[in-house]
Nanobody, 126 residues
Framework: QAQVMESGGGLVQEGGSLRLSCAASGISAFGYSLYCMGWFRQAPGKEREAVAVIASDGTTDNADSVKGRFTISRDNAKHTLYLQMNSLKPEDTAMYYC?????????????????WGQGTQVTVYS
């Protein structure tokens, strides 16, 4: 059974940066290299939304709200997913979730992802 666990959240001032990590376990090296991985977030009172996703071949897709500020990347050898967040804004405040999809195809639809972490909180203050 695959599991993913996020880390790296915290409290940061507007304009600052944070780097989130997501470690996957219970997946073979070959299997992980085939998975599409993604970052999603959910703010209080709002629906969960996609932030950025990355396919096994490095193809990415980002939400318009984070383009130019957030960068998703992955290290298949370490079974780890990253999200570099720069120029953070108060509206980026949310619980950030890592998710894995047993497919090579990139999609921003949360319903297409099978494995989810418990989340890491990001709070941006002005």
């Amino acid at each position: 059974q695959a599991q993913v666990m996020e880390s790296g959240g915290g409290l940061v001032q507007e304009g600052g940066s944070l780097r989130l990590s997501c470690a996957a376990s219970g997946i073979s090296a070959f299997g992980y290299s085939l998975y599409c991985m993604g970052w999603f977030r959910q703010a209080p009172g709002k629906e969960r939304e996609a932030v950025a996703v990355i396919a096994s071949d490095g193809t990415t897709d980002n939400a318009d709200s984070v383009k130019g500020r957030f960068t998703i990347s992955r290290d298949n050898a370490k079974h780890t997913l990253y999200l570099q967040m720069n120029s953070l804004k108060p509206e980026d405040t949310a619980m950030y979730y890592c998710a894995a999809r047993t497919s090579r195809v990139v999609t921003l639809a949360a319903s297409d992802y099978t494995y989810w972490g418990q989340g890491t909180q990001v709070t941006v203050y002005s």
